[in-house]
């Protein structure tokens, strides 16, 4: 009922929308209807008319997603709209319509019981900015909808003048005969009193921040992690700041995740004990259904996948798969290796070292540099990642994470250094904890002007280092659509998976997918697939949308201004297929790993 109802709202806001500014809507086809509609006629009304549409219009979607406050504003406009009608048209018919659209707005106000969704400060100007782009779109229409009463030919530029004089209460310099006049002026002050009055209802509401992880969260999460990080080798990027949690009754379970464009997106496994997974499951879903938010989870594994999918009824998808490498069978001997240890021995000839330590153990003076040169390699002015990024290299809580740096010295420098702002550091790899015995790739930047294969060499210095270290597995990149680009190339593929694979290596251009595949394929890696929870498949263009935002690769400019810290985007790398430094669904050129 309530998309019903939206609808329903969205065709009446644009016929009143269409009444109010052409004139000879009235005397078309449509005229019955529009007749029986508030404010057809008059100044005044064709004023009315105008307002009442865009606020239904943007009324609307509120109403889809079940709003509270949606539904509070249409209950009081609609009566305001049938007043309209009987004191300036005397119509019976239209101030029945509204009351018809209110009659099941009141009889399911039950349904409408949505909590608004977290905002900042910069929703207000975000109002501002799409209300007042309306309002002179639509009072363009108007002031250019009269052009037999119209004195003289006023062009553009005068146009838009008149408009943005009118919305102010000023009048312009487009000049009418007759009562046209006053319509365009009623109308153009109504837009403007519309656009400043919801602008000042926003900035005085009270604040509702996003969800943040606070100390005591963080504190109860890492506790779940050192009990059960072993499970899950996103476990550990649960932890980034950025996010929310919901704790399962017991507190044995917890589930981490963003609102970005109304979708409710978590990342990964559930932390904690399975056991209590359906518990946090429960509240993560009430969550969103309380919020009227779109649930979605991004990288679980198969076990995660089935549980979701048992307790909640959501559907899967495959994503991909994530590349793991078990460090007692790895070693650059063999046919296989050839291309890697070719290319790690060049790199070494070349007076690269290597040097792979536990962050606890990096000076501070050291952590400062590698975090510049890590910025500073960025490679673009957007951070990337989410679900397999941690956001933060060298925090103090991290102690248990490992960095893989690579040095060159410049040859003849008596002090053994090098020119540029962060001396002989020339790459750097970040992984983060998984459980007691493993590792995860986090982060994955070098100088753009160091030799191809200084990922590689890094890898395999950490592989090497990993005895050493207590770690016996190493999650790398994600690789997307894994399983589709390795049939695809087969001998005896059909033709909709040789498409579907082409399709994949088109997008590679902008998104790495071929290349990151063939990149983890090196390592001769262990493949787990990864999946995608949903709820329904005209949610999925709406869910990849706000995966997109997450990870970074689509930044809307004043979310990007009133963003916090994010994860690392992936660095341009060398000849080679390089992995993005964040870890995405895609881990395809900077999407973080699943």
């Given at each position: 009922?309530?998309?019903?109802?939206?609808?329903?709202?969205t065709?009446?806001?644009?016929v009143?929308?269409?009444?109010?500014?052409?004139?000879?809507?009235?005397?078309?086809?449509?005229?019955a209807?529009?007749?029986?509609?508030?404010?057809?006629?008059?100044?005044?009304?064709?004023?009315?008319?105008?307002?009442?549409?865009?606020?239904?219009?943007?009324?609307?979607?509120?109403?889809?997603?079940?709003?509270?406050?949606?539904?509070?504003?249409?209950?009081?406009?609609?009566?305001?709209?049938?007043?309209?009608?009987?004191?300036?048209?005397?119509?019976?018919?239209?101030?029945l319509?509204s009351?018809?659209?209110?009659?099941?707005?009141?009889?399911?106000?039950?349904?409408?019981?949505a909590?608004?969704?977290?905002?900042?400060?910069?929703?207000?100007?975000?109002?501002?900015?799409?209300?007042?782009?309306?309002?002179?779109?639509?009072?363009?229409?108007?002031?250019s909808?009269h052009?037999?009463?119209?004195?003289?030919s006023?062009?553009?530029?005068?146009?838009?003048?008149?408009?943005?004089?009118?919305?102010?209460?000023?009048?312009?310099?487009?000049?009418?005969?007759?009562?046209?006049?006053?319509?365009?002026?009623y109308?153009?002050?109504?837009?403007?009193?519309?656009?400043?009055?919801?602008?000042?209802?926003?900035?005085?509401?009270?604040?509702?921040?996003a969800?943040?992880?606070?100390q005591?969260?963080?504190?109860?999460?890492?506790?779940?992690?050192?009990?059960?990080?072993?499970?899950?080798?996103?476990g550990?990027?649960?932890?980034?700041?950025?996010?929310?949690?919901?704790?399962?009754p017991?507190?044995?379970?917890?589930?981490?995740?963003?609102?970005?464009?109304?979708?409710?997106?978590?990342?990964?496994?559930?932390?904690?004990?399975?056991?209590?997974?359906?518990?946090?499951?429960?509240?993560f879903?009430?969550?969103?259904?309380?919020?009227?938010?779109?649930?979605?989870?991004?990288?679980?594994?198969?076990?995660?996948?089935?549980?979701?999918?048992?307790?909640?009824?959501?559907?899967a998808?495959?994503?991909?798969?994530?590349?793991v490498?078990?460090?007692?069978?790895?070693?650059?001997?063999?046919?296989?290796?050839?291309?890697v240890r070719q290319?790690?021995?060049?790199?070494?000839?070349?007076?690269?070292?290597?040097?792979?330590?536990?962050?606890?153990?990096?000076?501070?003076?050291?952590?400062?540099?590698?975090?510049?040169?890590?910025?500073?390699?960025?490679?673009?002015?957007?951070?990337?990642?989410?679900?397999?990024?941690?956001?933060?290299i060298?925090?103090?809580?991290?102690?248990?994470?490992?960095?893989?740096?690579?040095?060159?010295?410049?040859?003849?420098?008596?002090?053994?250094?090098?020119?540029?702002?962060?001396?002989?550091?020339?790459?750097?790899?970040?992984?983060?904890?998984w459980?007691?015995?493993?590792?995860?790739?986090?982060?994955?930047?070098?100088?753009?002007?160091?030799?191809p294969?200084?990922?590689e060499?890094?890898?395999?210095?950490?592989?090497?280092?990993?005895?050493?270290?207590?770690?016996?597995?190493?999650?790398?990149?994600?690789?997307?659509?894994?399983?589709?680009?390795?049939?695809?190339?087969?001998?005896?593929?059909?033709?909709?998976l040789?498409?579907?694979?082409?399709?994949l290596?088109?997008?590679?251009?902008?998104?790495?997918?071929?290349?990151?595949?063939?990149?983890?394929?090196?390592?001769q890696?262990?493949?787990?697939?990864?999946?995608?929870i949903?709820?329904?498949?005209?949610?999925l263009?709406?869910?990849?949308?706000?995966?997109?935002?997450?990870?970074?690769?689509?930044t809307?400019?004043?979310?990007?201004?009133?963003?916090?810290?994010?994860?690392?985007?992936?660095?341009?790398?060398?000849d080679?297929?390089?992995?993005p430094?964040?870890?995405t669904?895609?881990?395809?050129?900077?999407?973080?790993?699943?």
């Amino acid at each position: 009922m309530p998309s019903l109802i939206g609808t329903a709202c969205t065709l009446i806001a644009l016929v009143n929308i269409a009444s109010g500014v052409f004139p000879r809507f009235r005397h078309s086809r449509m005229h019955a209807l529009a007749e029986v509609l508030p404010g057809a006629l008059g100044p005044f009304a064709a004023a009315l008319a105008v307002s009442v549409g865009v606020l239904l219009l943007f009324l609307a979607h509120g109403l889809k997603r079940r709003k509270r406050r949606a539904w509070r504003a249409a209950v009081v406009l609609l009566p305001a709209g049938a007043a309209g009608e009987l004191v300036y048209r005397h119509s019976p018919l239209g101030a029945l319509l509204s009351l018809l659209l209110l009659a099941p707005l009141i009889a399911h106000r039950a349904q409408f019981a949505a909590l608004p969704d977290p905002r900042g400060r910069w929703t207000p100007l975000t109002n501002f900015l799409l209300m007042g782009a309306a309002s002179v779109g639509i009072g363009l229409i108007v002031v250019s909808a009269h052009p037999h009463r119209t004195v003289g030919s006023p062009g553009f530029t005068a146009r838009l003048a008149h408009v943005l004089s009118g919305l102010v209460g000023v009048e312009g310099p487009v000049a009418y005969r007759g009562p046209a006049d006053s319509v365009v002026a009623y109308t153009l002050g109504s837009l403007g009193l519309v656009t400043a009055l919801s602008t000042v209802y926003l900035a005085l509401r009270p604040e509702r921040p996003a969800a943040r992880l606070d100390q005591e969260d963080e504190r109860r999460l890492r506790e779940l992690l050192a009990r059960h990080g072993g499970r899950d080798s996103l476990g550990h990027f649960a932890l980034r700041r950025d996010k929310g949690v919901v704790f399962s009754p017991s507190g044995k379970a917890a589930v981490c995740y963003r609102v970005v464009s109304a979708v409710m997106l978590a990342s990964g496994d559930p932390i904690g004990d399975v056991e209590a997974w359906p518990g946090a499951i429960e509240r993560f879903m009430e969550t969103a259904e309380a919020h009227s938010w779109i649930p979605a989870v991004m990288g679980c594994s198969e076990t995660g996948g089935e549980v979701w999918t048992r307790e909640t009824g959501l559907d899967a998808l495959e994503l991909g798969d994530e590349a793991v490498v078990e460090v007692a069978g790895f070693s650059l001997g063999g046919r296989a290796m050839r291309n890697v240890r070719q290319m790690v021995k060049r790199v070494e000839r070349a007076g690269y070292e290597t040097r792979v330590r536990r962050v606890r153990d990096v000076p501070e003076a050291e952590l400062e540099r590698i975090r510049r040169a890590a910025a500073d390699w960025r490679g673009g002015g957007t951070e990337r990642g989410f679900s397999m990024a941690l956001g933060r290299i060298g925090d103090p809580a991290d102690g248990e994470a490992v960095l893989a740096t690579a040095h060159r010295a410049e040859p003849g420098r008596p002090d053994g250094g090098a020119d540029g702002p962060h001396g002989d550091l020339k790459g750097v790899l970040h992984f983060v904890p998984w459980g007691a015995d493993g590792i995860s790739l986090d982060l994955m930047r070098r100088d753009r002007a160091a030799d191809p294969g200084l990922n590689e060499l890094l890898i395999v210095a950490t592989l090497g280092a990993a005895e050493a270290l207590g770690v016996r597995r190493a999650s790398l990149n994600f690789a997307m659509f894994r399983s589709v680009l390795a049939r695809g190339e087969r001998l005896g593929a059909g033709p909709v998976l040789r498409g579907w694979r082409a399709t994949l290596v088109f997008l590679s251009r902008w998104f790495q997918i071929e290349s990151l595949y063939r990149f983890n394929a090196k390592f001769q890696p262990r493949w787990e697939p990864r999946f995608l929870i949903f709820r329904r498949g005209r949610d999925l263009p709406r869910i990849g949308f706000a995966a997109m935002q997450a990870e970074g690769f689509l930044t809307l400019p004043l979310r990007a201004a009133a963003a916090g810290p994010c994860a690392h985007p992936a660095p341009p790398d060398d000849d080679t297929p390089r992995p993005p430094a964040p870890r995405t669904p895609a881990r395809t050129g900077g999407a973080p790993r699943p």
